[in-house]
């Protein structure tokens, strides 16, 4: 194959700029084995974040030719244009060095998130649920925490509105809020615009869905379910009433 | 704990600034065009009732047949007498009221319209003119009036029913004479594919889905437990392709009505199928 021109990000948190580099790629390469091509040959103080190289566990990401991905999940061959690659860090983190980016914010926000509170165990000790309980939130456990969503979501990338919660922790709140065991509620924390997960930010424009490595359907499953369950505790009276005569939900509320 | 940010803002960034290199500017474009040429489409229908030939949304008058074909613009049909204008604008706020508040047509108008964001990783209206703007997405005016999306929906159905019985009144009549009759033409193949395509848009809704089952944590451990996960899971089937039921619905009620009121005009020669 003919040599492709990687043009990285190199920089700190202060200043950067693009740097080109030729690269001899190999037939099957992905951006990741380029970038490693390059510190190893050429720069060795180049730095990336990587792990497992097989898309599992969210380490390598960054923005290619301006779109959020998975380095080492993006072939070259699918990635070259006019003989060249871009590769520069996330855009919403702010840059440590080169490629790599802070996501320590993102930790922040796990931790406003209640944890599962599940009902007590059944009369031997344990937990039963049916398959068709839990099917809907196994989705959700697919996260990787890569990020990708939250780098490219526009309440955090262009108006740096943090009192959202960001696509990914949305779809964690989801996969507490559907729980079949779960007892608690997060719709008070979900509808908090201030201090909660300020989850009326998402203008629902999808682009977390369209980034997604592990292909998860944030906006449809995680997003969109969320939003009506708060328009029935906050906004429709008849659905909340009804819901309190026929015991439909047993969660409390906070 | 509180939202702090903890690092400083960025650049401004203008509206459209990306570093992507692929046609991100194609899909809104498209959307704009396809969008506008329905409003303004809509916009015509609602506003010419009638022409130099009569009516332009029903064809054949009822009263002659006891059949006829009904424009969707135009139903459920109300003609009270102190109202002077297009009886078209009687119905059509429910459906546009639907579609505007629809779960779809927010993501694509958002980005087609409001440029928030234009297309993904492409910067949106935060920093217009150089200032950057709040943002308050739909927590606030005039976005939070969105969440009034399922009270749409029921209006929506309702307006459903009509056209289903509009589609079959034009199949299955009564004659002025009393006498029950039968009939086939290409219009009711229209009305009829034109009702079955709002129903799968219809039968998809978001807020459909959480109704219908959605809304439940625990489907084994509540009343109707499993009858409700069904319903939701057949939602949720139609749902998975709502932007293309949005869109072939939407621009088949366009061609139902374009096909009626060419008929009216005699533009085009009256169709039946020939066995009924
Ligand atoms: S759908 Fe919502 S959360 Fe996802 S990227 Fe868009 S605004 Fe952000
Ligand atoms: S939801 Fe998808 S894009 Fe977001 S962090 Fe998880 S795996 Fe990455
Ligand atoms: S290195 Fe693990 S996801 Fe890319
Ligand atoms: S979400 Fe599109 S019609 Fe309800």
Redesign the pocket.
Known sequence: MADVRFRVWRGNASSGAFVDYDVPVTEGWVVLDAIHWIQAQLQNDLAVRWNCKAGKCGSCSAEINGKPRLMCMSRIEDCVIDGTITVQPMATFPPVKDLVTDVAWNYTVNQRIPPLAPKPPEADGTWRMQPYDVDRVQEFRKCIECFL?QD?????RDHQTWA?G??RF?VRTASLEMHPLDTGSRLALLRDARDGLGLG?????????EVCPEGIH??DNA?IPLKERVVGEYFDPLARGLTRILGWTREPRT | MKATPIFLPHAPKPLGTTQRRDRWWLEPLLNFIGFTAFVAYSLWVAFTPVGSHGLNYEWPQRSTLGWTYLSPFYSPLFGPTWWHFSPAILVLWMPLGFRATCYYYR?MYYRTYFADPPA?AVSDTRFWQGKPRPYR?ETAFPWILQNAHRWFLYLAIYVLVVLWIDALQSIFFVAPTGQPGLHFGLGSAVLLVNVALLSAYTFGCHALRHLAGGNVDCWSCSWLGRTRHKFWAAVSRLNEHHMAWAWTSMIFVGLSDLYIRLLAMNAVPFSRFPWL
């Open positions: 969503c490219v979501c526009h309440v955090l959202f960001g696509p949305m930010y998402c203008n629902i424009t999808k682009c977390c869905t944030i906006t997003i | 993501k993904c997405g």
